[in-house]
């Protein structure tokens, strides 16, 4: 109650009145306000409490993260639109134009640019491994389900600490290794149980796994320095065109007749471009909510959110496709998202440890 009335009687001062309007005077107010009177200042959606906005940004997050595993594959698998390059494509073609408008008009954070050619083609070098990674990852939806494909990706971490290793030399403490062990041994479990397991599609979401987990030891050895690193939408803005680019020739070598394919099954069936378009924009939410995720609570929060994703869309694709699951399989996926977790507390007690 006495906030109210000091919060009035400062909006009511007419000295304020004739130096500035309403929406300075509440910035400009030395008191810092309370959390519910930031978020409704600053927030986009001001009328929403921060606990609200925050569960609907992580609804969100699971909704576009889902959503673009099951588009894939329904689009790769049972649609019959076979071209996971040109697909790729279209989604760093998306993440381009919404990553511009987004920054550029938007303003949802501040425009980084590319300082030097050096930094330009460290960049490069990551869109690279980005294409590698993403193209493997939809093309293994041709051949593998969700499911699968989810209990593979869960094995980012042994692939990082490998690559970590073999990249910088650096060590783990043995309680993390031993951590890793479970995440081992449950894709094994799951992969020798998978009844609709097929080689080639197990390789490519390999491919696609530690490739993911390449591009980010990268990232950390390439952009050190203060002044090369971009904020994650700053560094999408550029990545995605880049990617685009180096997968144009692949998409036209490989997959020489999408165009005419495309075209014609729009003529047929406009849903296609419904589909697609649907598809892309999911694509360029995956990121946005990403970051939003991490903005309105920790990158912790999404570190947990991200094991659970893999369970969850697991199960709803399952219920979606009707792939057939064993009990070995479901073991296998369980104990590989426990090993993860056992990663994860295990690398924040060495972090502890070694400050």
């Known amino acids: 109650m006495v906030e109210a009335q000091t919060w009035t009687r400062r909006m009511s001062n007419p ?9 300075h005077k509440v910035l400009d107010i030395p008191v810092t ?12 959606g001001s009328h929403l409490s921060p606990n ?4 609907l940004i992580i609804a969100s997050w699971f909704m576009s993260n889902i959503g673009v595993l099951l588009l894939n ?4 698998s049972f649609y019959g639109y076979r071209y996971p390059i040109f697909l790729t494509m279209l989604h760093m073609i998306s993440c381009s134009c919404y990553s511009y408008v987004a920054i550029t008009f938007l303003e949802i954070v501040p425009r980084q640019h590319i300082l030097s050619r050096k930094q330009f083609f460290k960049i490069f070098a990551l869109s690279v491994i980005f294409c590698f990674s993403v193209v493997c990852g939809n093309t293994s939806l041709r051949y593998i389900p969700v499911s699968f494909n989810q209990a593979i990706g869960a094995t980012t971490p042994f692939f990082t600490a490998i690559f970590a290793f073999l990249i910088t030399c650096k060590k783990e403490s043995a309680e993390v290794y031993f951590a890793l062990s479970p995440v081992v041994f449950g894709i094994v479990l799951a992969s020798n149980s998978e009844p609709l397991f097929n ?5 490519v979401c390999i491919g696609s796994t530690s490739g993911r987990a390449l591009k980010s030891v990268v990232q950390g050895i390439l952009l050190t320095s203060e002044a090369e690193k971009l904020h994650s939408m700053n560094l999408l803005l550029y990545m995605a065109p ?3 680019t180096i997968l144009l020739p692949f998409t036209l070598y490989i997959e020489g007749n999408v165009a005419r394919v495309t075209l014609e099954k729009a003529r047929s069936d406009s849903f296609i471009i419904f589909l697609l378009v649907g598809n892309a924009t999911v694509a360029y939410l995956v990121n946005l909510t990403n970051f939003l995720v991490t903005k309105h609570t920790s990158a912790l929060t999404l570190q947990v959110l991200g094991n659970a994703k893999a369970a969850v869309a697991a199960f709803v694709s399952v219920m979606i496709f009707r792939n057939p699951v064993t009990v070995m399989g479901m073991t296998g996926f369980a104990v590989t998202i426990m090993g993860v977790v056992l990663y994860s507390e295990a690398k924040k007690r060495s972090k502890v440890t070694t400050h």
């Open 73 to 76: 594959k329904y689009l790769l």
């Open 15 to 23: 000295r304020l009145d004739s130096i500035a309007t309403a929406d």
């Open 199 to 203: 080689l080639f599609g197990f390789l």
């Open 33 to 44: 306000p309370t959390g519910d009177v930031r978020n409704s200042v600053y927030s986009v």
């Open 52 to 55: 609200l906005l925050t569960a």
């Open 242 to 244: 880049m990617a685009a």
